[in-house]
């Protein structure tokens, strides 16, 4: 039983060639789309190269009218990193500094903001926008991967600005950054030499698993535990899967005098922690890194607990001298005309953008500035007095920081905050040496 | 002693998770034969929604939210509330994405079950926001539900809840053990995991089966989550995603049939994952294993579990599995070629600033996306670990310039060697287990590579990794120069690079290699009595995808001059993966366009800039994946049958008379053999069913010997086919010039099976 | 195409539970009328992916009739069985079952009693006997079916892949018949039985279809077995009806079968 008749060879070369013949037409066909899009996209990017987001963020009288002064906002809106108070807190300062200060000389600010998930590819992403925008500084906005883009800020000779480097390695070097704040290693520091006047010489302190975290624990939280003469211990958790109540086990079972974070990813992670702690009927002292929701969140547990500051927080009224407590009274109300709440993000990021402006004040000229006239005059301020802050003297070699002071506070019992000590905790340079960029 | 059994007791909370969503995994498993990489992400759902509940009593739609009650939601009906709200999504999921893929490719139902994750994932991010909930979402935490009561045991403090939620996690398995075991459904259900078809002919819904299990898999994924979150953890976008793999590690280890096991695997892991957490902060814990150590158990697990017992875990028997993705083998003509390059240099050249750097990382992520073209499109290897042999590149390149000095290009060829022992490594478990369980053990071997590589701190300086610039004799060719963002000298040898391999991959696919690849993708048994050497194949496969990403890695890190372990996530690798099987993933062009729209790429520029879309990046990858997987699948789906019955078709060549209506019939039934999914056919008992199941016409007496004759011949019959048809791209023409070149194939063929009889 | 011959009136088939021993002395049943078939197939063209493997194919089956569908390797056989069934929708023609047409859902198509027993029996091997039984009906359906095949008691808690040939297929049929279906579709019943064992099985069926009134397609090699108990019989060859007729007849012409085999 014989399929068709004739030799099926012959007829299928035939429809083979006519089929070919339709391939390279189909094909012609996809090459003219890709020309299509190649010019598409090259007359896009000539034309489309200027920013979009220019944000002028002013709720009063614009009273600045000199040319504006282009800074970039590294502004931390979206994904697990999320910082709404440091956007909102970017937005008062610029407004109360166009509105309140004159700008700076007469020229106002004009933010480029570009938002950031703690992606690198963001960050990355924003950085080369900076760079094509022209911007003259950058604000850093606690970013934790703000080492992805820095060496294109510098790069392009564009400093970045900030009160404390989120990311360990943005904050090892001093060369095109500038932190208003201590230095990462400051708040271990200050916090140990806390601990230490209170009588609390057991240390156990937990961190995300991540290098950073291991970095922390192993070249900074022992050494520098050993040489102030303190016993410290790191127990790590998982950022995908952690176990609180099984961490806080963990934690209680070292014993120690005093326990908690020095890094919070969220403020979700410190309430969780000290509920956790508490419930276990732990007595001890509990440090919550720089959250401050657990008050609001878990009040009944929030006495006794402490956490660090660069600066005067809502909530420390009662201690602060009396320029700080106007100045704490400056900043609640813009940052709540600009929407947000009394978040530790959200003053740090208003006295960033103020110290910025101030600090810029003081160069010569602010017409026709350019990023490095900027870090020049920003690296040049010598016991510069800051907003809620200790007096900055920037430009050092090896440190982006202005200074080293920190203050440590311990929440009272009616929910106040009182700094240990009364006043600005200074760590010992000497420990803070042995820490790459932290003097 | 009385620590380990505290501590084994506080692994209860996680462990009575992962048995849960396990036991779901399973009870899914036997419905419908899918492996439901979204179960973690379906619990996510619900954890958010009962802390808004219980915040202030907003109940949150995929659109729009309302007010359920003024102020916080009581307890019990928040908890109820947010373990239906994962139901409904689980019921929707099956009848929307689940249920039309029934008869698709292993490949389709795990990019459908990845989108559906990524969907979910991006869903919680987007509508639990300040916005809608009227809070801040950051301050949201899981508010205990369980009685806090603790007692003492032989010196260890055991929290009540944590046996709650053991007894919890054990009674759902029961109940999941009981219906399938004495219930008529239930039964039914375990007869259709067997034959579907046969199911049917009784009567029953296979479909309907599957709905319920989804319903109450959903529901009680979601309850224990609910339940476990509070002493587990805080409330992130992402965790709970996260918690399908030790989940799928146990579901292996139940062999994926045997819920009884995977409930006592979940709580083991569980507890053996606290005890080894407080371990490390023993002493005598040694500081290299202090790292990730928890996440690589799985890891472990999987792979022990699969080569132990992978012969074992049953293949789901489908009424006829879908068609393979047609495989254009490209056809390289240097005019074309050269021409296309000549524009692309043009453009790179005409651009400046943001726009050529999203064209130079889009081709860096077009040279990924071929890896997973070459590794999973042709050879049909389903691998999710293509980013970790990128950044273990990355990381290795980093190592090399800063350390040791090592010159460019030496540099980025001994880097991706690294990745390619790697890739090696990975694929060696391949050789004994394929389809959606290879997956898993990818995505876990994914998990542990960034765990203990990425994240290793003796492998990450302080400063972080850095990469040196390239030079070539003295002459830069770095990324960068001052306000220069992307320089030409970098742009172009990139682009160099790129080109160059791209060719060589084309000219692989078009050679003998390439063939073998088919072959094994097609029925690896048919492919071996064709003389092809399977191990031989796949390892061959997986060197050379993982050398392509290795390369694709070092150039990232050249572009930016440092690496950082977070772009180089499972995330990210589950994304360039969908972006590929969306664009295309058996042609170097779908690698192209999946380039385009990878992290960087110009479709990513172009979402944050010029449309302000940045935050929805995820979403709607993860709605492309599922639009493609369900409604535009490769191997042709509903919507282009439809098209393809709209336009006009060629009849083919059977006017002839009765003669040719067997010439097409057996052509019918050895082309669809041959492309009978090795996935889930291969190692069926009944390989003769495997034939006759898609060629009843072909006759019984084919049986085994001339469908693998055939099998081999219709490989290439197939691409001969998909070559003269000009691709994948218009699948309404080709439907019709298929017929008439499978007809005219078909004497060849009817030829050699008539021999055979 | 010739009818079959018709049979004496029917009267109604009793679709509730009774035990088989009451119905094997009732006389012959019969559904409402004679004139109305179990399952009619018209101008049937069925195949795989557009292709037709049957073509024009015409056959009918009226209750308590057993038609044997014969026909070569290829021929289409299988094709129409499962186009009767529900599991191939028709590129043409229609197939009636019980006087509604065959919708493309084949569990619609089982719960409307048209069933089918797949050459490969279609069995849950991984599942014991009893709860392959099981799922095609209640207790009551259970003793009956174990009435008529006494063979399967003492294998209720074996696994069904461990049965021999035999003992499967009187386990596929005592199943099939538990959902009392009123139309039979058989594909291949004796495949990999012995001779001895196919004469055992197929009078059973002939007595179902007499008592029951239930209607048979059976797909069958065994030509001349086949032929003892059919009816009428249909021969297939290359997807078209080559030959069909009363069963009596054909018996007698096996010159006629075998150039319907091979070819004109």
Redesign the interface.
Known sequence: ?GPGAGSPRHTSWHREAGHFMRLIARKRSRVAVGLALGLVLTVTAACGGDSKDSDEASTGQNTATGTPIKVGFFSPEGGVNTLPGAVAGMKAGVSYVNTELGGVDGHPLEVVSCPVDGTPEKTISCANKFVQDKVVAAFDGFNYSSSAGVDILVDAKIPLVGQIAFDQITGSKADGRVFFGAPQASFLVGALQGFKAQGMTAVTMTLVDTPSGHNTVDNQLKPLATALGLKAEGVYFSATNPNFSALASTIVSTKPDVAGLVASPNESVCTQLVKNLRSLGYKGGVFLAACTGFIDAAPKDAPGAMMYAPGWLPGSEKYAPAEAGKQLETAAKEIKQAGGSKDFFAYGQFATVVDFATGLATTPSADGLTGEAVLTTLKGLKDFPTFLGSPATCGKPTSPNCTTQMLLFSVQDDLTLKPVGDTWIVPSPQILSAIPGAS | MSDILQFAVLGFSTGAVYAVLGSSLVSIYVATGIINFAQGSLALWGVWQTAALQANGTLVLPIGSFKLTDGPTDTVPALLIGAASCLVWAVLAHFLVFRPLRRAPVLGQVVASVGMMLLLQALVTLRFDADTLGLDPTVLIPMPILPSDTFTLAGATIAVSNLILAGIAIAIAAGMWAYLRFT?MG??T??GA??E?????????PDRLAALVWGATGFVSGLIVVLAAPAIGGLDPTSYMFYVVPALSVALVGRLTSVGTVCAAGLALGALQQILLFGTTKDWWPSWAQAGVGDAIPFVIVVVALFALGRSI?ERGSAGVGRLPRVSVPRLRPLPVAGAVAVAGLVIALTSGTWRFSLVMSAIFTLIAVSVVLLTGYLGQISLATMAFAGAAGFALSKLTTNAGVPFPFSLFLAAVVSTLLGVIVGVPALRIRGAQLAVATVAAALAIEAFVFNNPSLTPYSGALIKDPSLFGYSLAVREGTNIITLRFSYLVLAVVVLLLIAVARLFGGATGRAFLAVRSNERAASSAGVDVAATKLLGFAIASFLAGIGGGLIGYSSGQLSAASFTVLVGLTVLAMTYVGGITTITGAVIAGLAGPLGVLYLFLNQSLDLSKYYTLIAALGMLLRAVVFPPDGGPVQEWLAARLPRRT?A?ATG?GS??A??????SV?AGSVTAGTAATSA?TA?ASTA????????DGVAASAASAASAASAASAASAASGGPADSESSADSD?VTAADAAPSIAARSADAR | MTTPTPTPTPTPTPTDTESPVESATVTPTATATAAEPALVIENLSA???????I?GVNLRVDPGNILALLGP??A?K??TL?AA?G?LTPLSGTVTALGAPVSGR??RT??AGV??I???R??????TVI??L???GGRDELDQALERFPQLRPLLRRRCGLLSGGEQQSLAIA?TLM?KPRVLLIDELSMGLSPIAIQAILPTLRQLADETNLAIVLVEQHIDQALSIADSAVVLH???VALSGPAAALREDRQQIQSAYF?R
């Not at chain 2, 097409?664 to 039934?669: R, W």
């Not at chain 3, 195949?47 to 493997?53: C, H, I």
């Open positions: 039983m | 008529k039964t039914a375990r007869a067997e034959d078809r046969a199911l049917r002919l009784l009567g029953y819904s049953p083919p059977l009765a209506v067997t097409g019939s057996v052509t019918a039934g669809t009944g069913a898609t060629a009843p016409s072909a006759g019984t007496t017929s | 195949g795989y992916r557009g292709v037709p493997a073509r390797n290829g289409g299988t094709t499962l069934a599991l084949v569990e089982a719960r069933s089918l797949p050459d490969d279609g069995l849950f091997h991984r599942l709860e392959n099981r799922l095609a199943r959902r290359h997807g078209s070819g």
